[in-house]
């Protein structure tokens, strides 16, 4: 039997939960709410390629100039501020997304990553994109999936979860692997948790695993459930 | 690419050529550079050897590597794809790529002991493809997804055609890419058909 490949996820502790790593190559969403620690499960995902002597490519679709995620990036001890600009690259597709249609983002996609050659690739967020596109984001999707799939790269796709919604289900029909990401509150104060809802071909952890979000460590998966 | 890419593409050049022809080549990679190791020895044959042949796509479309040789400007005269994996692929989109249309399509994956006689026979009859004769190379892009399709002694009995194949022409060269911790097994016995195993991870800490 070809057994699948991984790599690293780059969070503390989930390597654990999930035989060892992401397969490689496949496509995943991690999901959650306002503050769950989404983008900075991407940048540690990219961060940790990065250590691998692997390239990363960060797409937001939040039209947010590359000074302002450093900015932000720069509160973060665990990532080295010396791998933006080379071994990640980071591409705004905001005014693609407001501006033109889904063809035109994936051609400008297809061609960011032919140039670029990563292993790693992240979308963030994926679903601001779906008020631009409408009746077509599900074709979109599909096509955006299927593209990440042929690369071989190890792609994170990042979703909003509206308070209510369990997760974006119109993007985890098509993924390989769903994280959550959320934030419960409990004794009167606000505790995060992430859970691996999927992950085709592994045998994961189930069940909400408590997380901590430091700027020394990023996100590191608590070991007290598992 | 940067300058450390060019550099890991010389590299790679000069150890084929001291490999000596004719000659079966395995190029050790880390398996999430494969594509990337793949696009290195074409762009070297391609346009710095000035050399012509097949690549065997059986990892992913053939589009996707037509594609990034077009990204880089190298021209794509001189290479013939053989897709044995579009045709799983599932994409509409792949077929709307402006790419060359310089490709076969062979959808017997699962059958991959008969691939030599596709070599041989079905394959390339256009342009200046005409028969092996008038080829330098193939390349197959990465053994290892061979096993989702094909058991072990189908893939033991295709290594042993290829290494025929080659050694019985003298103009060619047969480069097969893999990461070697993929399978043990399979990394045995692809070891006993090649003559020289090229560490690209080795050769990209030296560039």
């Known amino acids: 039997m070809a057994e699948l490949e991984r790599v690293s996820t780059g969070i503390k502790g989930l390597d654990d939960m999930v035989d060892g790593g992401f397969p490689f190559p496949s496509v995943s969403l991690v999901a959650g709410g306002a503050g769950t620690g989404k983008t900075t499960f991407g940048l540690s995902f990219l961060t940790e390629g990065a250590r691998q002597g692997e390239k990363g490519l960060f797409f937001t679709t939040l039209s947010e100039p590359t000074q302002w995620m450093l900015r932000y990036t720069n509160q973060f001890d665990f990532i080295d501020k010396d791998f933006f600009g080379d071994e990640i690259k980071y591409q705004d597709v905001g005014l693609l997304v407001q501006n033109e249609g889904y063809e035109e983002l994936l051609d400008f996609i297809d061609d960011k990553i032919a140039e670029v050659m990563p292993q790693r690739i992240v979308i963030d967020p994926i679903t601001v994109v779906g008020p631009f596109f409408k009746e077509e984001y599900r074709s979109f999707l599909f096509e955006l999936i299927n593209l990440l799939k042929n690369w071989q790269a190890v792609s994170v796709l990042t979703g909003e979860v509206s308070p209510g919604m369990a997760y974006p289900e119109e993007v985890t029909y098509a993924v390989d692997s769903v994280i959550l990401l959320s934030m419960l509150e409990e004794e009167g104060s606000r505790r995060k948790y992430l859970e691996v809802l999927k992950m085709r071909g592994t045998d994961h952890t189930t069940g909400k695993q408590p997380i901590s979000i430091t700027t020394e460590n990023g996100i590191v998966v608590l070991k007290s459930r598992f | 690419m940067d300058g450390e890419d060019l550099k890991l593409v010389k590299n790679i050049m000069e150890k084929v050529k001291k490999s000596g022809d004719p000659d079966t080549v395995l190029f050790d990679t880390p398996t999430t550079q494969i594509a990337k190791t793949n696009f290195f020895i074409l762009k070297g044959l391609l346009e710095l050897k000035g050399k012509k042949g097949?690549?065997?796509?059986?990892?992913?479309?053939?589009?996707?590597?037509?594609?990034?040789?077009?990204?880089?400007?190298i021209s794509q005269e001189n290479i013939w794809y053989i897709d044995a994996v579009s045709h799983m692929s599932g994409s509409k989109r792949i077929g709307k790529k402006n790419v060359e249309e310089n490709v076969d399509f062979v959808d017997n994956t699962f059958q991959i002991e008969e691939f030599v006689e596709f070599f041989k026979e079905k394959g390339v009859k256009r342009k200046n493809f005409g028969s092996l004769e008038d080829i330098d190379f193939i390349l197959i892009d990465n053994v290892f997804p061979i096993l989702n399709y094909n058991n072990i002694e189908k893939i033991q009995e295709f290594l042993s055609s290829f290494e025929e194949l080659i050694a019985s022409h003298e103009n060619l060269f047969g480069l097969i890419v893999m990461n070697s911790n993929s399978h043990d097994n399979l990394d045995r016995i692809i070891k006993r058909h090649v003559?020289?195993?090229?560490?690209?991870?080795k050769l990209k800490e030296d560039a």
């Open chain 2, 195 to 201: 003559k020289t195993v090229i560490d690209v991870k």
């Open chain 2, 54 to 73: 097949y690549f065997v796509s059986l990892d992913r479309p053939h589009q996707n590597m037509s594609y990034l040789l077009q990204n880089h400007d």
